[in-house]
C-alpha cells in the first residue's frame, strides 16, 4: 500500500504531535539536559548573559537534532542495504537455511553427531547467593 503525505502534511503531523499535553512539558527539562544547565540558569534575566545562554542551548539542540537524524539515517541506510542483500541471495539463503534445518534435525534425533552442540557453558563461582 502506497501512501501520499506531502511534506506540509508530515511537518503538520510533527508539529502537532510536538504541541501535544504530553511532549511539550518536558521540552523545558531536556533542554536544559542538553545544554548541561540548571532551569535557574536558563531563565536568568540577565540581558547578556541570557542571550548568550539561549543561543548555546539553541546551537547544542541543533546538533543534537542533526546527530541524531545522522544515526537513524545511517541506520536506516544499513537496513535497506542489509534488505537489499537479502533480496538478492535469497533463493541461496533458503537453501543454506534448509540445509542447516536438515542438519540440526539430524542431530536431534541422534543420526549426526556434533559435537559442539553438546558442550556446555556455566559461569561457576566460588560465592553462594544471597539467598
Known amino acids: 500500500m502506497i501512501s501520499n ?3 506540509v502534511g508530515a511537518l503538520g503531523a510533527g508539529l502537532l504531535s510536538f504541541l501535544s ?4 512539558p518536558l521540552v523545558p527539562p531536556y533542554l536544559c539536559f542538553l545544554a548541561g544547565i540548571s532551569l535557574d540558569d536558563l531563565t536568568r ?13 539553541v546551537g547544542l539542540s541543533v546538533a ?8 537513524f ?4 541506510a544499513s537496513a535497506s542495504l ?12 533458503g537453501m543454506i537455511a534448509g540445509l542447516v534445518i536438515l542438519i540440526l534435525g539430524l542431530h536431534f534425533l541422534g543420526v549426526l553427531r556434533i559435537g559442539l552442540l553438546f558442550r ?3 559461569f561457576q563461582t566460588s560465592r553462594r ?3
Open 129 to 131: 547467593g544471597a539467598g
Open 120 to 122: 556446555e557453558a556455566r
Open 45 to 57: 534575566t540577565e540581558q547578556g548573559q541570557a542571550a548568550r545562554q539561549n543561543w548555546r542551548v
Open 82 to 93: 542489509i534488505g537489499q542483500t537479502v533480496t538478492a541471495h535469497f533463493e541461496t539463503l
Open 21 to 24: 499535553p504530553c511532549i511539550l
Open 5 to 7: 503525505i506531502s511534506l
Open 64 to 71: 543534537f537534532v542533526f546527530g541524531f537524524a545522522t544515526v
Open 73 to 76: 539515517v545511517a541506520l536506516g
